[in-house]
């Protein structure tokens, strides 16, 4: 125990008087290894306070004197670990006696130096083996402080979890659990000492590395599911079916039966001809085991580093009399992130397409934001949050989540001479065609876009500054043509384009039908505006000026490149329309003409999506801003596939990668990449807020809103909320139709002190306008519902 007269605060690199400490057989472990258990005994003196400040390189869970120590899941989280760890420091005073006292820790592999990454992954991408550092404070009443450091009077073994892979599942032996790992060994038990050896004791972190504290909120066990139904598959296998795809583990209790005896469960998203749909997990088995000790009193088993993306579960080997229904539960696992939004609405199957966007977020915001949490993936694709930010924040609050994931977005960006990585962290590192430097329209602009987001959200400039360097960098690199429009994109690079267009052939979501240039060089032309907005929330005046330029000469080339003086463009397609109304790229005269020619498209594909994840959150909104909201809400509620409801229609409780990721046959598309929790296409929840219920942020920080809903369609009531940093907005309108298609429309609006609103309503054939400030409010108006609904599609000739 080492002495010291300070006080308990935060950590610096100098506060770490710990070793870093692993097993002795670490670094010759070929393959993956099993648990390591670290133990330290201690004697205390009468304390005032204890704090254990604890990091793995790997994922670890503590305890002291039996008793697990915080309640966070897969600590320390994700980071870019060649640069930044997370450190948890936790108060222990509770769990501390005075007199002897027993510290253990156990250290899986997780995303450390487990298989993670894209096509398969790799093992030890950050390094050989895990590793522990904590050390336990410990805070006597005359001000005095001792601390238990890991060092080389620790001890270590295997533990019972013989593999903890996050693609591959968890096997726990419980034959071979370690009696008393974590406490002083009572008097009279047998002495295992002898299986207890000295740790290793590493070299100190790479002066590179930095221990940090966490942000925000760590991943926790959220909440719990129950089984709604046992299934009993055609080739007899036991199927418990959870009613909601989501993402965590499996809670066993009541298992009984032989010692030695195994337990596996098998997790998927989805059934297909009534058996577990594996297929789209690719190289990921997604299976757990559960080795029993056979304790006729009944064993409990959940796994504690892996989790898997699931609605069924299938279960062999259960042999115990108590019912197997009634002995599993979920567990829902996520980054604890307080919900900020709701919303409401008088359609059933518009408001299951919101909880599945809800579901879809909560499953992908785990650690880092992730494209999909069931296959061999589940990484940090960057593309998927710089579409899907702007809905992100509205959902739920993720500004500390996000902060923290830009940290390391810019951090990778470094080692890879300014330009991002397609994820972060960067796990495709050491993958020759991966770890190249590829430049990539939108999954790049992540650096700008994703900052913007919460600096809309929060009004929080900190985030642009913290951010600014790398968004510029990423400016200053993109690659741009070297002869004509050489404000534009090179148009030798490879883009994803609109990625998983309908259209596009299922192995080439490339392939999608809008120029994949026109696509990148719209954002591209976005970001230059959001950089001019910045640099002048900045007073970053030169650059402000060098944006700006750019900005306008990069409109300029692409307007004589891509869009005719009338306001048709090279891609005839929804997201082209979409994206250039939305992003502002045209005159308004073309503006108008653009609009009309996007209806246009959209009656001629009967209502259905012909957007991928580019032109997705766009079409929506392209079309309420250029006066087609009855369109829009054509579009929003059609059922046939490509559409929003489709999925919905076909029992989803999350939002599908691909608009057909299930055939309307049931059966599972044969792409590569079929995941059924991706949130990319979730973007459409930020039109319901601001369009269907009309809550709209008009100023940064929510300080002024505006209240429009768009009355349209049949829809008779909706409503949304919204928790700002001012307190709770919301707002919500019904109408009651009384004499033909007249109709009452009422409202009612509260307003946070410190923010006004704007409202805007329909009133007889013009328009109530009218703005307030804090408090409740209640308007009624009288309007007629002069439109066209069912919107006809195109005759079939046209
Ligand atoms: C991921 C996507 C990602 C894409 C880009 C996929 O495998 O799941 O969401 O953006 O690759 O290549």
């Known amino acids: 125990m080492t002495s010291a007269k300070s006080t308990i605060r935060k950590r610096d690199k100098q506060d770490w008087l710990c070793d870093r400490v692993a097993a002795p057989w670490g670094t010759n472990t070929p393959g993956p290894d099993a648990e390591w258990l670290f133990r330290k005994e201690f004697e205390v003196r009468p304390f005032a306070q204890a704090r254990l400040f604890i990091t793995a390189q790997g994922v670890y869970e503590a305890e002291i004197n039996g008793h697990r120590v915080g309640d966070h899941f897969m600590a320390p989280g994700w980071t870019s670990y060649d640069r930044r760890i997370q450190y948890q420091t936790y108060d222990v005073t509770a769990q501390l006696l005075s007199g002897p006292n027993c510290i253990g820790v156990r250290v899986a592999e997780g995303w450390f130096c487990g298989r993670i990454g894209f096509e398969g992954g790799h093992r030890n991408i950050w390094g050989p083996h895990p590793a522990l550092m904590a050390q336990l404070e410990i805070c ?41 790992w974590s406490t002083i060994v009572p008097e009279g038990a047998a002495d295992v000492s002898h299986a207890w050896q000295p740790v290793y004791c590493m070299p100190p972190l790479s002066e590179h590395v930095e221990l940090t504290a966490a942000f925000g909120e760590p991943v926790r066990r959220i909440e719990i599911i129950q089984p709604t139904q046992q299934l009993l598959s055609p080739t007899g296998k036991s199927i418990l079916d959870f009613g909601q795809n989501l993402v965590g583990y499996l809670r066993l209790r009541n298992i009984k039966g032989s010692r030695g005896h195994k337990l596996i469960l098998s997790h998927a998203e989805v059934l297909e001809r009534e058996e577990l749909c594996i297929r789209p997990l690719r190289q990921c088995d997604a299976v757990d085991e559960y080795i029993l000790k ?42 604890d992130m307080k919900e900020a939004g709701s919303f409401t609405c008088s359609d059933k199957l518009i408001n299951q397409l919101y909880q599945n966007i809800r579901w879809g977020m909560k499953g992908n915001f785990l650690s880092v934001p992730t494209d999909c949490p069931q296959r061999d993936e589940r990484l940090g694709w960057s593309g998927d949050l710089a579409l899907f930010a702007p809905t992100a924040v509205l959902l739920f609050d993720c500004y500390d989540f996000l902060k923290n994931w830009l940290v390391d977005v810019w951090y990778d960006q470094q080692t890879l001479d300014g330009v991002p990585a397609m994820v972060t962290p960067n796990a495709t590192l050491p993958d020759p065609v991966w770890c190249r430097r590829k430049p990539c329209a939108i999954w790049h602009d992540v650096t700008i876009l994703a900052p913007w987001a919460l600096y809309e959200e929060t009004g929080k400039v900190e985030i642009l500054e913290q951010q600014y360097e790398s968004m510029s960098t990423w400016m200053q690199k993109l690659p741009r043509n070297k002869e004509c429009c050489t404000h534009l994109w090179d148009t030798s690079i490879f883009q994803l384009g609109d990625w998983l267009d309908p259209d596009a052939p299922p192995d080439a979501p490339w392939k999608g039908k809008t120029d994949a240039q026109l696509v990148a060089n719209s954002f591209l032309i976005h970001s230059l505006e959001l950089m001019t907005r910045i640099t002048h929330l900045l007073h970053k005046d030169e650059e402000k000026a060098e944006f700006e330029k750019e900005f306008e000469a990069a409109k300029k080339e692409f307007q004589e490149e891509y869009v005719t003086s009338n306001g048709r463009l090279v891609s005839d397609s929804q997201a082209a329309y979409a994206i250039a109304i939305c992003f502002n790229l045209l005159t308004p005269t073309q503006q108008e003409r653009a609009g009309n020619r996007l209806v246009y498209l959209v009656r001629k594909s009967n209502f259905r999506i012909g957007t991928g994840f580019a032109g997705t959150p766009f079409l929506c909104e392209a079309l309420a801003l250029t006066g087609h909201i009855q369109v829009a809400y054509a579009m929003l509620l059609e059922k046939n596939c490509p559409s929003w409801l489709y999925p919905v229609t076909m029992g989803a409780t999350t939002v599908w990668e691909r608009w057909d990721s299930m055939l309307p046959d049931g059966s599972i598309n044969a792409g590569e990449m079929t995941s059924f929790n991706h949130y990319a296409f979730g973007s459409i929840a930020k039109f319901l807020y601001e369009r269907l219920a009309g809550l709209q942020r008009l100023e940064p920080g929510w300080t002024k809103c505006r209240v429009a809903p768009c009355i349209g369609a049949e829809f008779s009531e909706a409503s949304a909320s919204h928790e700002t940093a001012m307190g709770l907005v919301s707002c919500s309108w019904n109408t009651t139709d009384s004499d033909g298609n007249k109709s009452r429309l009422g409202v009612r609006v509260r307003i946070p002190p410190g923010m006004t609103c704007e409202i805007v309503l329909p009133e007889g054939s013009g328009e109530l306008r009218k703005t307030v400030g804090a408090g409740g409010w209640a308007f009624e108006t009288a309007f007629v519902r002069d439109y066209e609904w069912p919107v006809r599609s195109l005759p079939p000739k046209s």
């Open 140 to 180: 006597f009443e005359d001000n005095t402080v001792a601390i238990i450091p890991t060092d080389s009077t620790w001890a270590v073994q295997k533990g019972p979890i013989q593999l903890a892979e996050i693609y591959n599942g968890e096997k726990y032996d419980a034959t071979r659990e370690v009696p008393y």
């Open 294 to 335: 056979g304790d006729q009193a009944g064993e409990r088993y959940e796994p504690r580093f892996t989790f898997h993306g699931f609605q069924y579960a299938q279960i062999d080997g259960w042999t115990s009399d108590c019912k197997l229904i009634d002995s599993v539960e979920a567990v829902v696992c996520h980054t």
